[in-house]
């Protein structure tokens, strides 16, 4: 009789269990290239000048093509001066099968590229995926549903200039001090949705637990609602709301209250998991979840910025994506690594120059690092068109990352004002939107401030004093000579914000082309100007900074027979 019982247990549970299965509809992410370049995918490859070029071969996806052994280094805008010539222009020429299963064939599909350099088209089974992408450091996506073959193999050609036909892109990001690398060098996978479904979501969330959502969603019929709860880290759920949606609408705005939340801030970064559900007569369509976090920020001029009600001094640090052996192509474990030295060195800030690998926004998310999300363009800006979809594509990637509390347009000119507005259109948050190395709308973010910096920061009122680069690694001899110095005077202005040293790391390359002992290749004094070296070993100013920026202080105290 007790058997009995148990076997009827466990149908029922194996029952309810293919149910779910069933009826469950999440967005499945199907990877057809590695996870990361320390973990890649072999796709055939053809490079048409260089090193190993003009003839089929193999290479690692996600990689830099450079690093791999194929095309020419090249060091950014200081070619003329190190008397090399102008930058390498190789294309590369991709070629991979994969194979989509039959029960896709009535779902959405859609192939996305974590980021590619630099111009970059996409065919499969020999037909246009869409317009070519233009811009290095963006995810983009092409929806293929309409092009693959069900139950068989499918053949994707990815064709990648390492050079854009765009003018303004080649200005904004090969114009740049740092190496130019080509490839796609970010993940390549498969998003598999329901025909209908929550394309994309933009969350505001505030300290008190109140939120609105904004959702793009597909396919909308009658009688369907969407499903908003909360789950904590530690598994505990929270209340759930219901909203009902009308028939066809493509854009909506939800809003919540939760009791009892959590907020989000350096020392305690509280996360949730946001889960949404799509209901059609009470049955499940498509069920999508996000990691968020609450919190509240103000940015008052003439004051400061405020997070959670607390005004904040950010002591940051400027970081580019990179690893010796890699490039730009990077890892989730690289990044929990360079997220723990920036907390170790009692930072909580971070800036690049472009968009960073979206792991890395995770780990700031995870242990409370601000980030200032930047737009490329390094004193060269990209034009309004160009621009706009850039913009886009960065805000609507990185939108909901706690983290994220300032977007930067460019960088020491590289800003176009038309785009500026294209922030602000895509997140809800209204984030402030800086020029780093300008006075922009109430912000004083000039680079390399002098000791004496002018007057007007301390006693006029002007501009929130915020140096998006100081303490530059090669110029000033070391990060750590004098920055108690500069961080003390700093700190008298009323209207001090923070600021970001430069940098956080030699950009060194171990070079696939060279013979002998030497490998790694920082161009000389122009890559390396880092507190960590290439590999993140530390130097001397790490324990500098560290003792500089750390939360408590001991004030000197002269030592005397009677101490």
């Known amino acids: ?46 490079c048409t000048d260089g090193n190993n070029s003009k003839k089929w071969s193999k290479i690692n996806v996600p990689s830099q093509w450079e690093l791999e052994g194929f095309g020419e280094y090249t060091y950014g805008r200081w070619y003329k001066e190190l008397n090399q010539k102008e930058p390498s222009k190789e294309e590369g020429l991709y070629k991979y099968e994969f194979e989509v299963p039959a029960s896709y064939k009535d779902k959405e599909v859609k192939i996305v590229f974590g980021g590619a350099m630099t111009d970059t088209e996409v065919k499969v089974n020999g037909k246009l995926a869409g317009a070519i992408h233009q811009g290095g450091f963006y995810e983009f996506k092409y929806d293929i549903s309409s092009l693959v073959t069900y139950g068989a193999k499918n053949t994707l050609e990815v064709h990648v200039w390492k050079h854009s036909a765009n003018k303004s892109v080649n200005a904004a990001e090969r114009r740049a001090d740092w190496w130019l690398f080509g490839g796609i060098y970010r993940p390549v996978w498969l998003e598999v949705s329901p025909k209908t479904n929550i394309q994309h979501i933009a969350v505001n969330p505030k300290m008190d637990g109140s939120m609105t959502i904004d959702l793009d969603l597909k396919n909308i019929a009658k009688n369907t609602t969407l499903e908003a709860s909360l789950k904590g880290l ?55 979840s996000k990691k968020i976090g609450f919190r509240t920020l103000e940015f008052k001029k003439q004051d ?55 792991h890395f926004l995770e780990v700031c998310d995870s242990l409370g690092i601000f980030v200032l999300n930047e737009l490329a363009g ?32 460019g960088n020491e000119g590289g800003w176009n004002y038309e785009v500026d507005k294209v922030f602000a259109d895509k997140d809800p948050q ?29 006693n006029a009122g002007e501009n929130v004093f915020f140096p998006t680069e100081f303490m530059h690694g090669t110029y ?88």
């Open 378 to 409: 390094w004193q060269n800006s990209y034009d309004t068109e160009t621009g706009t979809k850039l913009v886009g594509e960065m805000v609507t990637r990185d939108v909901n990352h706690p983290s994220v509390i300032i977007w930067d347009n």
């Open 304 to 358: 400061g910025i405020y997070v959670n009600g607390t005004k904040i001094v950010m002591k940051g640090i400027n970081r580019h994506s990179f690893w010796p052996e890699g490039g730009r192509s990077t890892s989730k474990r690289i990044s929990e690594l360079d997220g723990k030295l920036i907390k170790d060195m009692n930072m909580n800030a971070v800036r690049g120059h472009y968009p960073p690998d979206e």
């Open 234 to 288: 530690n598994g505990e759920s929270l209340e759930a709301f219901s909203f009902p949606l009308k028939a066809k609408t493509t854009k909506e705005r939800i809003s919540a209250q939760w009791k009892n939340i959590k907020p989000w801030n350096p020392e305690s970064p509280n996360l949730y998991e946001l889960q949404l559900v799509l209901k059609q007569n009470g049955n499940v369509i498509h069920e999508y």
């Open 476 to 563: 000033d001899n070391g990060h750590g000579a004098a920055l108690e110095d500069f961080w003390n005077r700093y700190k008298e202005s009323p209207l001090f914000a923070g600021g970001f040293m430069w940098a956080m790391l030699d950009e060194a390359v171990k070079r696939s082309d060279w013979t002998g002992d030497v490998k790694f290749d920082s161009k000389g004094s122009l890559a390396a100007d880092g507190i960590l070296g290439p590999h993140r070993e530390k130097e001397g100013s790490y324990y500098t900074v560290k003792e500089v920026w750390a939360p408590i202080q001991f004030q000197p105290k002269q030592v005397t027979p009677e101490f």
């Open 1 to 46: 009789m007790q058997l009995k019982k148990l076997k009827i247990q466990w149908i029922t549970a194996l029952t309810i269990f293919i149910s779910l299965h069933l009826t469950a509809q999440q967005t499945d992410k199907i990877y057809l290239s590695g996870k990361d370049f320390e973990h890649p995918v072999q796709w055939d490859f053809y």
């Open 430 to 458: 209204k984030r402030i939107v800086i020029h780093p190395w300008a006075d922009f709308n109430g912000w004083d973010t000039h680079h390399y401030p002098t000791y004496l910096t002018g007057m007007h920061r301390f």
